[in-house]
């Protein structure tokens, strides 16, 4: 069968400025109006019928405006730099901020109950599906400031930390460089391109050329950039200190019902691990042919060059069969929703210019479906990228028949059901290799995701918690920002990066860190990374997998990652036991590398 690399939004709405999209704004305005009164009515003497009716409005209106913003966002993905969706986002915004405040009000008035009487409400049968969110709702409204104060902040919000995230989007939508190909052509690509060229160029000349200029075009970005960059981060800090909060870590840990004491082990056990990562590096740099047994920050994914192979270029059909094949090895309904998914042209993944750089997923509530975002280039990657985004959207498909409230999984274990689908299609290349050298190209390919959750993102997460401590005190220069960017990367590649071969300006050129909805948007994919391992283990071990598998995606907003993982895993987080089993997966593979490539 023939897929095709286009998806299908029309059918959510038929254009940016159709009437049925401007109507679902209005009636999510609407909607909002009728909530403010409802809640604003409600007293602890009502019925938990009433109550819960509340809890169920929400919950829709929810869903309407995720509908809306899963639109804005897919028709800006594929009309990158086309500035009309910017006063629909602006729109939308608005919308969300007396949503926001009707939340607020909702939590306020579960924080004002007696404890009996919430224990009444929670207690009742049709509330025992969102019990969780309601008694955390309740504790984290106790941080919320007077009605006026929080309305008025979400609305500043609008122009700041939103549109400062925004304001980035403009910054990388119009930007181009050139660089010159294996055969001595010169080429011009946008940032979107470049960042997908850098994944696979085999040629070493090309690619390092490709970087010296793709670095060059961000650093001159950097001052606009580093606005953005310094802006953002403190229009958060300054909502955080509103609310009291003075650890900028507490929010993003919150957000992730994770403890600091597991946040702690895991990135302790990464560093004690990351050696073995810089022997694979070391290796690497032979097989890419280069002068040292040091990389540079493009040569991190770049296809290894073996003797006896010519790494294969995958059609896209063949692609989508390979995955929907594995998955169902695992899990029938896996791999049927995959068959589903390519059938239904839920992925647009066609190359071309103008689109958004990277790769998402997301739910569209009112159809409940999703889509996927991504460019296929047809290199090894890309199935496994591919199967990264079904991950996710099998995680949202299983979750579809629950409420609104419990399909809100935190970002961590978010990126638990993607990256067990990355692994399971990775480990079928290995396995399907015919020859050592095709094992030797697939393992490496499997190996970019280890080396991206051990030393990448941890680069990202040393920036970042560097760059928030230093930003309490005021704002940061360019060359501030680039010095602590280089010195991240000397830390989490613990030499595996050579002195010339950093990239001073990976924090300009990365959208992560841009995000305003999800501050540190980075320790999440390690742990996801390192918990879908401990799943894939347990996988190996289950009579009936799909069942245990599907239960435990189930739960994943309706209990803390460490509750979660010890209810269906049986493992602490807190301790490095869990973690060091994850990294000792990752050792096979390298050793298994190694030994293959001894005599290369």
Request: proline share 3%.
């Amino acid at each position: 069968m023939t897929y095709s690399q286009n998806w299908n939004i029309d059918v959510v709405f038929p254009g940016i400025d159709s009437p049925e999209l401007n109507a679902a704004f209005k009636t999510a305005a609407d909607d909002n109006q009728k909530l403010a009164e409802t809640i604003a009515s409600l007293t602890e003497q009502d019925e938990n019928s009433k109550i819960l009716a509340a809890a169920d409005s929400l919950q829709t209106l929810e869903g309407k405006l995720g509908t809306i913003g899963f639109y804005l966002n897919a028709w800006r993905s594929v009309n990158y730099g086309k500035a009309e969706a910017g006063p629909k986002f602006d729109r939308l915004s608005k919308i969300d901020i007396d949503y926001t405040a009707q939340k607020q009000a909702w939590g306020k008035f579960l924080a004002a109950l007696s404890d009996k009487r919430f224990q009444s409400l929670s207690a009742d049968e049709k509330a025992q599906p969102i019990a969780f969110i309601l008694n955390e709702t309740r504790q984290q409204a106790a941080k919320l400031l007077d009605d006026n104060t929080e309305k008025l902040i979400n609305e500043f919000q609008v122009d700041a930390l939103h549109a400062w995230s925004a304001h980035y989007d403009t910054i990388s939508a119009g930007l181009s460089t050139s660089y010159t190909d294996a055969k001595g052509q010169k080429q011009t690509v946008s940032a979107g391109q470049a960042l997908n060229l850098l994944d696979g160029i085999k040629d070493k000349d090309a690619r390092a050329d490709l970087m010296k200029h793709y670095e060059s075009m961000w650093g001159k970005a950097e001052n606009l950039s580093a606005d953005t960059l310094n802006h953002l981060a403190g229009a958060r800090l300054t909502d955080y200190k509103a609310h009291g909060i003075n650890d900028y870590l507490e929010k993003p840990l919150e957000l992730n019902r994770l403890s600091r004491a597991s946040l702690t082990a895991m990135w302790n056990t990464v560093a004690k691990n990351e050696g073995m990562l810089v022997k694979f590096f070391a290796r690497k740099a032979k097989l890419l042919g280069l002068d040292s047994d040091q990389i540079s920050w493009q040569d991190q994914t770049a296809p290894v060059q073996v003797p006896g192979y010519e790494p294969r270029t995958l059609s896209y059909d063949d692609t989508a069969n390979f995955i929907v094949k594995n998955f169902s090895k695992y899990s029938a309904k896996m791999g049927a929703f995959a068959k589903h998914a390519f059938e239904n042209q839920w992925i647009e993944s066609e190359d071309r210019p103008g689109k958004q750089p990277g790769g998402w997923d997301e739910s569209i509530p009112a159809l409940k479906e999703d889509r996927i975002f991504l460019t296929f280039t047809g290199s090894v990657n890309d199935a496994a990228t591919i199967a990264h985004e079904l991950g996710h959207a099998f995680h949202s498909r299983v979750l579809y028949d629950l409420p609104q409230w419990r399909q809100n999984y935190a970002m961590n274990v978010a990126e638990t059901a993607s990256t067990f689908a990355e692994a399971v299609i990775n480990t079928a290349n290995v396995e399907a290799a015919k020859t050592d050298a095709e094992k030797i190209t697939l393992l490496d390919a499997k190996m970019a995701n280890a080396t991206a959750m051990f030393m990448n993102i941890r680069v990202r997460f040393i920036f970042e918690n560097n760059f928030y401590k230093a930003r309490q005190e005021g704002v940061l220069m360019p060359a501030q920002l680039n010095k602590m960017m280089v010195d991240a990367q000397k830390e989490a590649f613990a030499g595996a990066l050579s002195d010339d071969g950093v990239h001073p300006h990976f924090w300009t050129s990365k959208l992560h860190f841009y995000i305003d909805d999800v501050p540190f948007y980075n320790f999440p994919y390690t742990f996801g990374y390192l918990f879908s391992l401990g799943i894939f283990a347990w996988a190996q071990k289950q009579t009936d997998f799909e069942s245990a598998y599907i239960a435990l995606l189930r739960d994943t907003a309706n209990m803390s990652s460490e509750e979660l993982a010890k209810k269906h895993l049986g493992v602490d987080l807190t301790q490095p036991d869990f973690w060091q089993a994850g990294a000792d997966l990752i050792k096979k593979d390298v050793d298994e590398f190694l030994r293959l490539t001894e005599n290369i």
